[in-house]
């Protein structure tokens, strides 16, 4: 046998699965994201007071409206994002916020991966949602979303 053949064959093996799961790709990675953001906006939105002065000791100018902006877009995109609308333009919003929070936040204070007993996480989880977010608005909602089954277009 040739000895690059026996790879060949086993990538079109398993490409036979993947390629019917393939479609199904795009809609989890953008409901997962969703989830994510939702779950972590609502605290800010709910104690906005406490994100408010978290924003504030950042040294950021007008502290009050970048929290309610955070806060509404994180848990109001994550919705839209779950259901499949808007997802490049939430996506957008996404990338520009876990780039801020990245560079602002977690590289300086936390670094790539938080130390073990250490509170909060590194800037891992944020690189992780910019990945998802630069993905989701290079190829849109995908299946099973209002965008592609209801309004026929994208928006």
Do not use: C
């Not at 970048?66 to 957008?92: F, N, Y």
């Not at 849109?140 to 979303?145: A, D, P, Q, V, Y």
């Amino acid at each position: 046998m040739i000895k690059g053949m026996a790879s060949r064959q086993e990538t079109a093996g398993l490409r036979r699965y993947t390629d019917a799961i393939a479609p199904y790709a795009i809609p989890v990675l953008r409901i997962l994201v969703g989830i994510t953001f939702f779950l972590t906006g609502l605290p800010k939105l709910t104690g906005l007071t406490g994100f408010t002065l978290f924003v504030a000791s950042l040294g950021l100018p007008l502290p009050g409206f970048i929290a309610v902006i955070v806060a509404v877009m994180e848990v109001v995109g994550g919705l839209l994002l779950i259901v499949g609308l808007g997802t490049r333009w939430v996506s957008l919003w996404y990338i520009f916020e876990m780039i801020v929070t990245t560079l602002l936040v977690k590289m300086p204070n936390m670094g790539f991966i938080a130390a073990q007993g250490k509170p909060g996480v590194g800037a891992e989880l944020d690189l992780l949602l910019l990945a998802s977010a630069l993905v989701l608005l290079t190829h849109g909602s995908g299946r099973l979303s209002i965008e592609q089954n209801v309004l026929k277009r994208e928006l």
